[in-house]
């Protein structure tokens, strides 16, 4: 049985019902026999659906037909189908044949058109779906499908995960009641360049389908942009924002509806970084001083990405020097004798130079805490910027060393 993540959360969350959209599972052997891995989401008529994906040059069948499906006629009703086990990518004509056969199914049970049907897979690249595996439990999932059933659909989709993931939200907008709802999966091959995995988020807000995507759109490079577990950015990432409309309220230009989505998505991207493969540090890093966003960005992300630095903070080494040897790889502008460092509170260096302050038994024992914080000031200017990562231990090599056996 696999060890779950020390980082994860007590429990799965109850995550209320949006009304609108319904939940099925089965176990259809998609790649190992008795496990549940197929996820069917039923959406109501007329609701938005917004999309974003992974700019993989090699994106898998499934991203590059939802890609194409995104702001179209939703007008009869819509579906999420999803499996685990193969991601159904660099499969060519076969994986594209896949795709169509398993939305013409899904429609034709659905009575909804092909055209409102999006999949999405993960699993080992490389091997054809078996699809018929899947579609042969359609009559399964359509005859199951529940409002209450977001937990086994979280639990369907997860391939190294140690937990599923899900968050939700509830919130008034002018005294009317909006709720906000979603999981997601993921835990390795998790890099910045959009969803980083797969998130599928549900609400009964009223917005249209360009609004919904720009601010799916903004809310992913604060959110899901910003955070790395190993530098891999996977064939088939997919985020999908379904809003049904049902409770009325339209959200459009609505403030707090933008920020309880922004909390609902970090939360869950959050948990991706926690369920790590092999992670037992959540990493918070901030960039200070840095002359322009772009600069900021490029040195968070080589601090979060830096094998050096991971496996450093996996030994509880508060070994300081790479984190300038990381800022220093970064290629962004940097001032060596105005750079500072930080260890959670503790100052550890500035002008160049550890700072007289600074203890190594202070450092060592905060590398101790489960959540740590990494700040760095580069002294050039007043652009900043955060990620989320984790450290990197031998879990990590033992669960991708045999990933495919």
Sequence with gaps: MTQISPLAPANFPNLPAIDGVRFATAAAGVKYPGRTDVMLAAIAPGAAIAGVFTRSATRAASVLDCQDKIGGDMSKGAAILVNSGNANAFTGAAGKASVARICAS??????????????SSTGVIGEVLPDQRITDCLDQLTASLNPAAQEEAARA???????????????EIDGQPVTISGFAKGSGMIAPDMATMLVYIFTDAKISQPDLQALLGDLTDQTFNCI???????????????????????????????????????????????DGEGATKFVTVEVT????????????????????????????????????????????????????????????????????????????????????IIRTDLGVGTAQTTVWTCDLTHGYIEINADYRS
Excluded at 106 to 119: H, K, M, Q, S
Excluded at 264 to 273: K, P
Excluded at 306 to 332: F, H, Q
């Design 289 to 372: 001083g840095a002359k322009n966003d772009a600069d900021a960005r490029k040195v968070a992300i080589s601090i979060a990405n830096s094998p050096l630095v991971k496996t450093a903070i996996a030994g509880e080494d508060p070994n300081w020097g790479r984190i300038v040897m990381a800022v220093g790889k970064s290629g962004a502008e940097a001032d060596r004798d105005r750079l500072s460092i930080w260890f959670g509170p503790h100052l550890v260096a500035e002008n160049g130079w550890v700072a007289p302050s600074y203890t190594e038994e202070a450092g060592a024992s905060y590398m101790q805490q489960a959540e740590l």
């Design 106 to 119: 899904v429609a034709a049970r659905l009575n909804i058109p092909a055209e409102a049907v999006f999949t």
């Design 157 to 171: 989709i997860m391939t190294t995960d140690t937990f599923p993931k899900g968050a939700s939200k509830l919130l």
């Design 228 to 274: 790395t577990v190993d530098s891999d950015t996977s064939t088939s990432d997919a985020l999908i924002c379904a809003a049904t409309g049902a409770s009325g309220v339209d959200v459009t230009d609505s403030r707090e509806f933008a920020e309880a989505l922004k909390e609902v998505m970090l939360d869950l991207a959050h948990q991706v970084v926690k």
